[in-house]
């Protein structure tokens, strides 16, 4: 298994640790911010294992597939966690753009085909883990939350303008004689 590999499965083996310090009390005031520490390592990995996969050629199938899942469970469960200041419609609505890609990358798989991310959905994830983190800090201050709702809505837009752009250049795997 090589290096990429190894950073997508420790990337999916820290959420479950995230999700400990962001859902139970363990250490008290503390949780939160190795909840974050977990979350940005995590996000770090996201950004390495590509860059890596593609300097050195070391793009794999399962790279292929657990990367954008690892991202998934990553950036869904921290929305998850966050839906006492995010407001739920626009958890699921990210949740949903998520699945549908999903689906998209499925039929594309089945047909022979790779999609890989587009700039859109690159921007929109760094944009979720930037707000991700910030949420997590939930420093107290009135121009703070202000940033914290400028990042969700931005997070939302960039959602929806990704799935848009998505399904405009992928259009032709949803017809039906593509096998």
Known sequence: MNLPNKLTILRV???PF???FMEVEVFGTADKY???ALFVVASITDAMDGHIARKYNLVTNFGKFMDPLA???LVC???ICLTDVIPSWIVVVIISRELIISGFRTIAADNGIVIAASYWGKVKTVFQMIMII???LDIPFFVCRVIGQVLIYASLVLTVISLV???IK???VLKENNK
């Open 71 to 73: 991202d998934k469970l």
């Open 18 to 20: 995230f999700l400990l």
């Open 170 to 172: 992928n259009k032709s």
């Open 77 to 79: 469960s921290s929305l």
């Open 13 to 15: 083996c820290t959420i």
């Open 134 to 136: 910030w949420l997590i």
């Open 165 to 167: 752009d998505y399904m």
């Open 34 to 36: 190795i909840a974050l």
